[in-house]
């Protein structure tokens, strides 16, 4: 018997107030501990179909179900807590810039305090000593006691890693995680993003403009177009024709993102940095 998805999308549609069909009857599976990669150009629909699994959007038809329950029913408690096992990932890293590396990390633990603790901050030991142990591994043990906002953009997208870590997470959503980085942090901080779900066995799904970067990290891809999925394989099968065929649209030239310049250009980050081995 296969085991039960981490996630389900069945038949999900979202239709936005003002008619736009974001989302077009897209079904797929996600199985646990698979580092999923969604494809498509700007306006295929990543975002919608990603907030609809924690329910930042309302779908309009069909269902996301996360370890085999609806999410759609889901209110108040049982809200939070799918919100809890679910860590998100931002393309603008979404940190608290006055606070520290470290605390902007423990944030991830919020969800599993009640009341005045959680406001104050006032985390247990051992959610301080397990959050240190997640910024080592990320290669950010230098950093920890910097504030966020001195940090390199790769720095901050491993800080937001690190928060959606903390959070012990079943799953990883990232959105356009390396968007706004250059090509040697955009691989640099795939790889470690790869590899710490790999190592804790936390299924992820990251949206990514960069067919390249999907070939590379991705153990599947889907491509969306228009809403609807037009594509759902291995990365080897994702070849320069399939690309061209289901996934650009004649003459869309914005979306082809990795030039030989930019691949010659992703060269690994200084080891001051740290890299993902
Ligand atoms: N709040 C909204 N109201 C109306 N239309 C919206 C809204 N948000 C997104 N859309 C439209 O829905 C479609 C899908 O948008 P979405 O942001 O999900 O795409 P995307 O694949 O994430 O694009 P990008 O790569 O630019 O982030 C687009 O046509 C977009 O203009
Ligand atoms: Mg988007």
Redesign the pocket.
Known sequence: MSPTPTLSFVNLSKR???G?L??DDVSFDVQPGEFLVLV??????????LRCVNRLIEPTEGDVLFEGRSVRPLRGRALRELRRDIGMIFQEFNLVRRKRVLDNVLHGRLGYYQGVRGAVGAFARSDVEAAVDILVRLGLDEQALKRADQLSGGQKQRVGIARAIAQSPKLVLA??PVASLDPASSENVLGFLRKICKEDGITAVV?L?QVEYAREFADRVVA?KG?RLVFDGLPGELTDERVKDLYFQEGAEDEVVASPRQLAAAAPEPPAEGGPG
Not at 40 to 49: D, F, H, N, V
């Open positions: 936005y107030r003002d736009t974001a989302v498509g150009r700007s306006g295929a629909g990543k975002s919608t179909l959105d356009e949206s403009h969306m809403g």
